[in-house]
């Protein structure tokens, strides 16, 4: 059982960075997960943005943050952070953290989730 808090979202301007964290707590390290971030609006589906695999270096990332948004995990911590640079008006959402036991690109293989941040972009 992992319990999943995100913080770190807030009203910035386009071209601003933001980092948002995903604390775990639980039986079980976050560093036995795989973690992925996903983003949900009201208009759509929950999209999947970026995944860091838990016992290598593999890394997913959508098409539409690559080069902008990292993934990186502090495990004596047990956090990992969501490093969001160039924010452009098509990044507002609430933003999700997940565990699963291996990487995906899927939020069905994503066991436990937290409650979600809200990032806001503005002109």
């Known amino acids: 059982q992992v319990q999943l808090v995100e913080s770190g979202g807030q009203l910035v301007h386009t071209g601003a960075s933001l980092n948002l964290s995903c604390a775990a707590s639980?039986?079980?390290?976050?560093?036995?997960?795989?973690v992925g971030w996903f983003r949900q609006t009201p208009e759509k589906d929950r999209d999947f943005v970026i995944s860091?695999?838990?016992?290598?270096?593999?890394?997913y990332s959508a098409d539409s943050v690559k080069g902008r948004f990292t993934i990186s995990r502090d495990n004596a911590k047990n956090t990992v952070f969501l490093q969001m640079n160039n924010l452009k008006p098509e990044d507002p959402a609430v933003y999700y953290c997940?565990?699963?036991?291996?990487?995906?690109?899927?939020?069905?293989?994503?066991?436990?989730w937290g409650q979600g941040t809200q990032v806001a972009v503005s002109a």
């Open positions: 860091s695999e838990w016992h290598s270096d593999k890394i």
């Open positions: 639980g039986r079980t390290p976050l560093s036995r997960y795989a």
């Open positions: 997940a565990a699963a036991p291996c990487i995906s690109r899927y939020p069905s293989q994503y066991v436990y």
